[in-house]
């Protein structure tokens, strides 16, 4: 073919197999995917062979449906020019029709999809190939490159927080924390397309999408259904009949799926859903990020930054907005913060459960975790709603006849064991110092003083001193199973040189996670007289004929007390959360399998309890090895073992897990997980 008219571009060839590896991004089976501010290589098959002394070749990145080269969509790169502060492509090969460039990104670029065409020009004449769909680029964030402000210097925590698609989910209470693994699945097939609409579907500006201040706060929003059907629809009745129960759902997978095919709210999620969706929406987009669970989680709805408790004159307690919800589940993502002064980047707390409008909108964060220790409260985003819930005081007050009478103030009753998976292993590590100093400590004290100087009641620190001779506390038996029977004990010791005659009353109550109360299970009033010196118990028994219909999804528990001391006029109130323990499924089959053939796996759970298990429902899913399936069974009778068989076939070789859940109308969590390696052939 003659020399003397433009080169017309044949193919365009993206070196999936050396791309993939050197940007960690070789999970990502449908697109080619890359990350800013590394060099990517492209081959370039032409018409008739190349030759760079007279060809020109330029290469062009269009974003959007509207490329404008003034607002940084359209780009247009020389190649062989590289010109500092812009995007550079150089030829690494040129060989007969073949040419390979190489091109980076500025580590700044705007993330997401680019479409990428090519123009070829000889003595003043242009060819230019078509933007054509399967000629697409997808740009990620790089925590891995020192220029992007999502930069992480840690190869394990970049394994975990950007690469990893399997977790957990803590839950239950402060004393006894529950896990449950989760699929995240950011690399799953489908998914990384939903991400980008996601992303499409925010209202951010091209310009905005280059940074993860921006983008983390816009998914926070985007995860749950309110202002824009967004992801999920959050449900906290525990009637879900029009949906998937909260507890059901074992990873993001379906629920993103199901959102990108239907395009509108999947039912329902609750807090650790969000969560479990908002991490695998900003691990595919490639900031690290990951679920933290707080126990003993303050909702504080009048920005006063303490939680108030309202009983009436017989100890009941009365009806109030704020609330401790029993644990919550929020995210961190990574990330420099060059906008606000110096020492508050790093992890950003990020929340997509719909709890409180911030700026008119259910979006929550990015607040810098530094911040919530400091009492910096200030800072944006929402830094003062997020420190209430780790660190707001408890203050009880007692109706009296119109008045409320000032009770007590619990210091250290909010935010315990901020949990998450450790990096590189299954256990837990606790991260509560990240968001405060030790409780009762005077930096403690200080932080929440700064804090709630900047609220909407700073008065509420002066502090109210009362004569107290008798101490109170409550314990259960926080080791028991659903099933097994419920004791209460209330511990009250007298500290004074006389006698003390004590009322005590003590209301059971099921509870949702969110703190909410649910049917009462129990109530007891005894009095007491304690001697000098002397100690001594009131103790509540439940047996599980007594309360297992009418626990609610989690099976948590709050016990009340409120205490009256005849002489002294001393009133003690004080509540206690536990969770009863769920039993786990036993998940039996090979622990070595190989890519393509078929394996089978059991997943077998024996009914402990003495009543039967109505609407049984096996849930069973593994990464890489089987989607997520339903299995009604039915009935299990009280000692039966239920038993299911499913046939898995590995696609991927690797580290996977294999996990499941049993749901019925009697026990709810009812969950088990296995590990398997799978090899390739
Ligand atoms: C992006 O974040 C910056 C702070 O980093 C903020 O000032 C700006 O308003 C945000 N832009 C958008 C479009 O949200
Ligand atoms: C929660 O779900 C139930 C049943 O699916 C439905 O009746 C109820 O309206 C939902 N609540 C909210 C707040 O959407
Ligand atoms: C936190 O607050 C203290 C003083 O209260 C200050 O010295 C310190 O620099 C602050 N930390 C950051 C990261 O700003
Ligand atoms: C427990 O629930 C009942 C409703 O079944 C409610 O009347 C009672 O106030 C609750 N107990 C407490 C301590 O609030
Ligand atoms: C995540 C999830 O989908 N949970 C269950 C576990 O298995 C999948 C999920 O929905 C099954 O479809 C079940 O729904
Ligand atoms: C004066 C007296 O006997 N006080 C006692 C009251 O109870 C506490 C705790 O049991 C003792 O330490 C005190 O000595």
């Known amino acids: 073919m003659a020399a003397d008219r433009p080169l017309v571009l044949v193919d365009l060839l993206f070196h ?53 080269p003034n607002k940084g969509t359209m780009l247009r790169l020389p190649v062989g020019d590289a010109k500092k502060g812009q995007w550079s492509a150089t030829v690494e090969k040129a060989e007969g029709r073949n040419v390979k460039v190489n091109i980076t990104p ?32 997808v740009v990620l964030f790089n925590p891995w490159c020192k220029d992007d402000l999502t930069y992480l210097d840690d190869n394990a925590k970049l394994e975990e927080y950007v690469l990893n698609e399997y977790g957990y989910q803590y839950f239950g209470s402060r004393y006894s924390i529950g896990n449950r693994g989760w699929n995240f699945g950011q690399f799953e097939p489908g998914i990384p397309e939903v991400v980008l609409l996601l992303l499409e579907k925010s209202g951010l500006s091209a310009n905005a999408r280059r940074s993860a201040v921006n983008v983390s706060r816009a998914m926070s929003k985007m995860v749950n259904s309110a202002d824009d059907n967004g992801v999920l629809m959050g449900n906290w009745s525990n009637d879900y009949s029009f949906g998937t129960p909260p507890t059901a759902w074992n990873g993001s997978v379906d629920i993103l799926l199901q959102w990108g095919t239907e395009r509108r709210p999947v039912r329902y999620g609750q807090c650790w859903v969000f969560s479990g969706v908002l991490t695998t929406v900003l691990r595919c987009l490639g900031i690290p990020a990951r679920s933290i669970t707080n126990f003993q989680s303050a909702h504080d709805t009048d920005v006063s930054m303490t939680i108030d408790y309202y009983f009436d004159r017989r100890g009941y307690r009365m009806e109030s907005e704020d609330s401790v919800w029993n644990f919550h589940v929020w995210n961190e ?22 709890q409180e409008t911030s700026e008119g909108i259910f979006q929550c964060g990015p607040c810098p975790v530094v911040a919530v220790k400091n009492g910096t409260v200030y800072l944006p985003y929402d830094t003062m709603f997020v420190f209430a819930e780790v660190n707001a005081d408890k203050v009880y007050w007692q109706n009296d006849y119109g008045y409320f009478e000032f009770l007590r103030h619990e210091k250290n009753s909010v935010g315990f064991h901020m949990s998450t998976k450790a990096v590189g292993t299954y256990g837990r590590e606790d991260v509560t110092e990240n968001y405060k100093h030790a409780e009762g400590s005077d930096q403690e004290r200080v932080a929440v003083r700064k804090a709630v100087g900047y609220g ?29 029977d419920i004791e209460v004990t209330l511990t009250i010791k007298n500290t004074s040189a006389e006698s003390r005659h004590i009322t005590a009353h003590l209301t059971v109550n099921a509870t949702y996670y969110t703190g909410v109360l649910g049917a009462q299970l129990g109530e007891l009033e005894e009095d007491v007289t304690i001697p000098p010196g002397g100690v001594d118990t009131v103790k509540m028994r439940m047996t599980s004929k007594e309360y297992l219909d009418k626990l609610v999804e989690q099976s948590m528990i ?61 849930r069973i899913e593994g990464p890489g090895l089987q989607r997520p399936k339903t299995i ?50």
């Not at 993502?333 to 719909?354: I, K, S, Y």
């Not at 109308?665 to 799978?678: A, C, D, F, S, Y």
């Open 16 to 68: 999936k197999d050396e791309n993939g590896p050197a940007h960690h991004t070789a999970e990502y089976l449908e697109n080619v995917v890359v990350r800013r501010g590394q060099s990517f290589s492209v081959g370039l098959l032409f018409d008739r062979d190349v030759d760079l002394e007279k060809d020109k070749l330029l290469i062009e990145f269009q974003y959007g449906n509207n490329p404008l």
């Open 106 to 137: 500025l580590a700044d670029a705007i993330v997401g999809r680019y479409h990428v065409v090519v123009e070829a020009e000889l003595a003043g004449e242009k060819s230019r190939s078509l933007r054509v769909n399967t000629r697409n680029v």
């Open 333 to 354: 993502a990574w990330m420099a913060r060059p906008e606000l002064p110096e020492g508050f980047g790093g992890w950003q707390v990020v929340d997509a459960t719909p």
């Open 456 to 484: 909407t009641t700073p008065w509420t620190y002066e502090d109210i001193i009362k004569n107290e001779d008798v101490e109170f506390s409550i314990t259960a038996n926080e080791e028991a199973y659903v099933g097994q």
């Open 558 to 618: 709050t016990v009340f007390v409120l205490a009256h001391v005849d002489t002294t006029k001393q009133v003690w109130a004080g509540q206690d959360d536990f969770r009863l323990l769920s039993h786990d499924l036993v998940i039996k089959g090979p622990s070595e399998m190989a890519v393509g053939n078929q394996y089978w796996v059991t997943v077998e759970f024996k009914n402990p309890l003495d009543v039967s298990l109505t609407q049984a429902v096996f």
């Open 632 to 681: 009604p069974y039915g009935t299990i009778m009280p000692g039966e073992t239920a038993r299911i068989a499913e046939g898995m076939t590995p696609i991927k070789a690797g580290k996977k897990t294999i996990v499941a859940s049993l749901t019925s109308v009697q026990l709810q969590q009812v969950t088990g997980e296995r590990e398997v390696t799978v090899k390739q052939f």
